[in-house]
């Protein structure tokens, strides 16, 4: 090695040795190692502490309706223009759409990484700026943009036997100005049944007979409700403002209104209305329901209710918002919530957030204590005691170059830390037991002797170490949103790989001093070590020269492990190994979304939500069901990507399970899903609703897990075929939930106004509108101010609900009623007829699509084989196309029908096509450096061989444990590369520094494998006992098992393939080497007695 003579040779000393020559004795060293301590707790205690990494995908929601227009007169007038409008601002990233009758929905998502602030503004600059392309008649744009930070992390259920749910509302609205005064909340919102309001309900039998219209009534009534500043005046040097009107105080003064005469006499609201106050009519329902875990006596009986959700601002630390959330409760049931209302936490981020992370960073002690131990035991408890230093100092700095680039305290980053100590404690281990070799060596334990030992192994530390570095960090690159999800990784694995360096070249070798072992005691150890390197020598020889000299045995060496490779990768081709994004995580909580056909009643649908309900809730593990419908349920980060939010249709609902705390439970949530999706089938099934479990996914969410997208030149074929996907759906063993895009056939009723009679009776088109809008559609038309509390007492007018489909009154209704008193029946107009319903039109990206989507579910449960068992189906069907495009979108679709693979195998192709890609950037990185160090292209070659053999570990070990390969399998994969090279460097270094010595190759590689083999093992065992802490995680379970069983069977192999790489490549092996051992170094013979060593 370059440039690492010692201070008794002419060389001048290297990097390690100059930091190692400044701080051993400075009593500045002391103060850094303080004050990185320091750094490290403020990080700890001011960096934000979440479940899981913050994922900043902006997506904005642009509405704008279009009355009268059909489904295909929407898209071609709003939609599309729209479309072309937000394709042209920077940073979007897809564009999806639907339209249906009279109503565009523009959906706008955003690059990863974008933030929500400046996205929006491009939106609304751009809808500003291009407003004349909308056609007349359109509404203005109704722009909602929804990011992470509007997720809620805390929600709370009221819910009573005995209060009604608007009454329940106008409370949850009064709590929720109170959790306002909470610095860390943000958006909040309340999520309710009905709502309290003055009804004014029309009789149109009685405005028939008293000769009023509709719009008679709501004008009077919005005339008599009004006040305002009509002026000002001064009078005796005093100023005065003039205010005139009248205000209606309770529901008794909006029936005092008189709306006109009849007979001589005044008619009021009251003579043609019932008035009533309280809650409206139900449109939407939220029902809680106590489970069999719950403290409840009733359990299955639902109780009227609304929730609370809660979010926090950007940056705060989510643990301490959620915490101080429920403190403001617990003082609120106090003082102003009756005691008939009870307070469930239904969602607590903030406590499943802090129990994740108490639960790492125990094991991260954890982690630290065995690596500590496992050094005791090998190097003795002084170097145990140096590394349970350096441990704590190098993570805790870690966590505070976390808070300065912006990352949070959560299950990645500590995954981060606890599989970053197996590495870095390394160099530790490398600098003390050199120093302790050196020492024993020269008989001499000054302070120069100790700086020598630190520059001796200094660059070859350092080599190693960049090229665990060179793996790491291409992993930052990867796209999409697995990107900042994994990115804690490669970014705090580099800060924390980089500080080990600097803490073993100026802390190591001070701390060794301070705890310097008698000489006495480091013969002993070196006796001990005599004797295993004498056995270790007896058997290299036997066996690795042996294999080098008898080329049958080497060659047989090497045809087992060829085949062992290739049947450790076969593993996966037969299917005993499954391949997969992320695993199932063990949460708190799974959805039931349930979808009855189109044009179902509210009813209906609550029947069937409430028996799911009744049905769940006798689960030993739930503790209780909320269900919501009607309405959307609070969504959290799946439902924002999956639009949850926007669910408001009466025939749509969802169940919401709160289940016990993974360790009070033996089922985990995934299995309690599959139990629900098979138990309720049956239920679903008299009212042909589609039912989805929607588990919350252990990484980034999608769409859906299996989505299809079908092409094709119009609607008609794009729906047919996907009929015939959709039944190979149903088909395929291992997909669930199964449905389309395509709505169930229902119909409407439309008034068809006759224009010619209208015109001659003088009745506008617009009064009409008006007049059937003002009874069918409880429209406001006013407040009764006097009693509204934190929300308003809207007025609203409408007819009684027996009224709204009873054609005849409604036809006899008066549209409009003439200066002489002639009243125009709404009959006489027009009349009603029914009409079927458009389907809606999804468009993405310009382009018109239908989409099929189901869940992957049983055995495999990765999208990638019921795809598999989709296109099987397709090709024995004979269907045209007969498979998916699973990496590009269908060309030619104006023409052909086609369909691409979506969901989540998108982004799990791509995440492992950059991964894939990092790989390869990593493996150049370190080819680079290794051939920068050795001067040579042969030994990187060989260095790097080991990197594959990792897979006879760790295929196998995923089919030992019965765990999926995932993309954290893959991550652990790329960081074994580095981590194998690494051990292969100082392995090949010793030996170039023996070669340079005159020593023959084969004695040389001897020498290393027995010099090298201890501290390799070291590693090797520091990296299993840093990785299996984290075995029993559901999501870095792979990781866990890649790093611990490819480093055990790679490292085996690495003492036996990189010896005789070396050997037969001998001449490239021995140019251009230079010696890094003082020039006393005893040589000897292989199996002569050899000190401890370093690595």
Not at 16 to 31: C, E, K, S, Y
Not at 579 to 598: G, Q, S
Not at 996 to 1019: D, F, K, N, Y
Request: with cysteine.
């Amino acid at each position: 090695m370059s440039g690492a003579q010692t201070s008794k040779g002419s060389t001048r000393p290297g990097l390690a040795g100059r930091m190692a020559d400044a701080f051993i004795q400075n009593p500045i060293t002391v103060l850094l190692f303080l004050a990185a301590i320091g750094a490290g707790l403020i990080g700890l205690v001011q960096t934000p502490r979440e479940e899981d990494p913050q994922i900043s995908v902006p997506m904005v929601d642009i509405a704008v309706s279009l009355p009268g227009a059909s489904s295909r007169e929407v898209e071609r007038l709003v939609t599309e223009p729209l479309e072309r409008i937000m394709r042209e601002v920077s940073g979007v990233e897809h564009v999806y759409s639907t339209s249906t009758d009279g109503h565009s929905l523009v959906t706008v998502r955003f690059e990863v990484g974008q933030q929500t602030e400046p996205s929006l503004v491009k939106i609304y600059d751009r809808i500003q700026s291009n407003m004349d392309k909308m056609p007349p008649g359109a509404t203005w744009p109704l722009i909602r943009s929804k990011g992470i930070n509007d997720v809620p992390i805390v929600t709370l259920t009221l819910h009573s036997k005995t209060v009604d749910d608007a009454a329940l509302n106008l409370l949850g609205s009064e709590v929720i100005s109170k959790l306002h005064e909470i610095p860390g909340v943000s958006t909040s919102f309340v999520v309710h049944g009905r709502t309290e309001s003055v009804q004014v309900e029309l009789d149109p039998a009685k405005l028939s007979s008293f000769h009023l219209s509709p719009t008679q009534v709501a004008t009077a009534i919005t005339a008599s409700n009004e006040e305002q500043q009509v002026g000002q005046g001064t009078a005796g040097n005093q100023h005065y403002l003039m205010y005139s009107g009248s205000q209606l105080a309770s529901p008794q003064a909006v029936g005092d209104v008189m709306v006109g005469t009849f007979a001589d006499k005044p008619v009021y609201v009251r003579d043609v209305a019932t008035l009533k106050y309280g809650p409206g009519e139900r449109h939407s329902a939220v029902i809680y329901t106590p489970g069999k875990a719950s403290d409840a006596q009733d359990v299955g009986m639902g109780e009227a209710a609304v929730t609370i959700a809660v979010a926090k601002k950007s940056g705060t630390n989510g643990v301490g918002v959620a915490n101080a959330i429920l403190a403001k409760v617990a003082e609120l049931q106090r003082t102003q919530i009756p005691q008939a209302v009870q307070v469930s936490v239904t969602r607590d981020y903030g406590k499943t957030a802090n129990a994740k992370v108490n639960e790492l960073i125990f094991k991260l002690f954890v982690a630290t204590l065995a690596v500590t131990v496992l050094v005791w035991f090998t190097l003795g408890w002084r170097a145990a005691l140096v590394v349970l230093a350096i441990i704590p100092v190098v993570i805790l700095f870690t966590v505070f170059a976390a808070w300065l680039m912006g990352y949070s305290i959560n299950r990645v980053s500590l995954f981060a830390l606890i599989f970053s100590i197996g590495i870095l404690v390394d160099d530790a281990i490398v600098v003390v037991e050199n120093i302790y070799r050196r020492w024993l060596i020269g008989g001499d334990t000054s302070v120069a002797e100790t700086v020598d030992a630190v520059n001796e192994v200094g660059n070859p530390t350092i080599l190693a170490t960049f090229t665990v570095i060179a793996a790491l960090l291409p992993m930052g690159f990867v796209t999409g949103m697995m990107g900042p999800y994994m990115e804690p990784i490669p970014a705090l694995g580099t800060v924390a790989m980089a500080f080990s360096i600097i803490a073993a070249f100026i802390f190591t070798p001070w701390l060794t001093r301070k705890f310097m072992p008698p000489l006495a005691v480091l013969n002993r150890a070196a006796e001990k070590e005599h004797r295993q390197s004498e056995k270790l020598g007896r058997f290299y020889e036997r066996v690795m020269l042996g294999m080098y000299r008898h080329r049958k045995w080497g060659n047989r060496f090497l045809i087992g492990v060829v085949l062992a490779f290739f049947a450790s990768c076969a593993l996966i081709y037969v299917k005993a190994v499954h391949v997969k994004m992320l695993p199932f995580d063990n949460k708190p909580e799974f959805d039931i979304v349930i979808d009855l056909p189109a044009g179902s009643s509210l009813e209906q649908t609550g029947s069937l939500a409430t028996a799911i309900a009744d049905l769940v809730s006798q689960w030993p593990e739930v503790i209780s069901t909320q269900s919501y419908i009607g309405t959307a349920a609070p969504f959290n980060f799946n439902g924002l990507v999956r639009h949850y939010y926007l669910r408001h249709q009466p025939w749509q609902a969802e169940v919401q399970v709160q289940l016990t705390d993974k360790d009070a439970r033996h089922t985990t949530s995934h299995e309690l899903a599959d139990r629900a999706r098979h138990a309720l089938a049956a239920l679903a099934q008299p009212y042909h609703a589609r039912l989805q479990i929607v588990e919350m996914p252990p990484g980034p969410p999608v769409m859906q897990t299996v989505v299809a997208e079908i092409y094709g030149p119009d609607s008609s074929a794009r729906n047919t075929y996907a009929n015939t996907l959709l039944t190979a759906f149903h088909a395929a063993p291992n997909i669930g939930d199964a449905g389309s895009g395509i709505e169930a056939s229902h119909q409407n009723w439309v008034f068809d106004i006759d224009r010619e009679k209208a015109d001659r009776l003088g009745v506008r088109v617009t009064e009409i509108n008006q007049a059937l809008g003002l009874v069918l559609g409880e429209k406001p038309i006013g407040d009764v101010r006097a009693l509204a509390t934190t929300q308003p007492l809207p007025i609203v007018m409408r007819t009684a609900a027996r009224h709204k489909l009873d054609l005849a009154a409604l036809s006899a209704l008066p549209v409009k009623v003439l200066p002489d008193g002639t009243r125009i029946p709404l009959g006489a107009v027009g009349k009603f007829r029914l009409k079927t319903a458009d389907q809606p039109i999804y468009r993405k990206d310009m382009r018109p699509v239908q989409y099929v989507t189901g869940e992957a579910i049983g055995a495999y449960a990765a999208p990638i084989y019921g795809m598999f068992q989709v296109d099987d189906w397709l090709k024995k069907a004979k269907a045209t196309p007969s498979g998916g495009q699973y990496f590009s979108t269908p060309v030619n679709s104006a023409e052909q029908v086609g369909f691409r693979w979506g969901g989540e195998w998108t982004v799990t192709w791509k995440t492992f096509r950059d991964m894939g890609i990092a790989f390869g950037v990593a493996l150049i990185l370190i080819y680079g450096l290794i051939v920068w160090e050795f001067r040579n292209f042969v030994i990187p070659g060989i260095v790097m061989a080991p990197i594959p053999l990792t897979l006879i570990g760790i295929i196998p070990g995923h089919w030992l444990m019965n765990a999926d390969f995932t993309a954290t399998s893959m991550i652990g994969f790329i960081a074994l590369a580095g981590i194998i090279v690494r051990n292969s460097i100082l392995l090949v270094d010793f030996s170039r520094s023996q070669v340079a010595l005159g020593v023959p190759v084969e004695v040389a590689m001897v020498r290393a494998c027995q010099s090298r083999t201890r501290p390799i093992l070291i590693t090797a065992l520091a990296l299993v006992l840093g990785s299996s802490v984290i075995l029993t995680d559901p999501i870095f379970q792979g990781m866990a098992i890649s790093l611990l069983f490819g480093v055990m069977v790679s490292t085996l192999l690495t003492l036996v393939v990189i010896p005789l790489g070396c050997i037969t490549a001998r001449k490239a092996l021995c140019s251009n080497c230079v010696s890094i051992l003082p020039p006393d170094a005893e040589l000897g013979t292989p199996t002569d007695r050899q000190p401890p060593d370093a690595k």
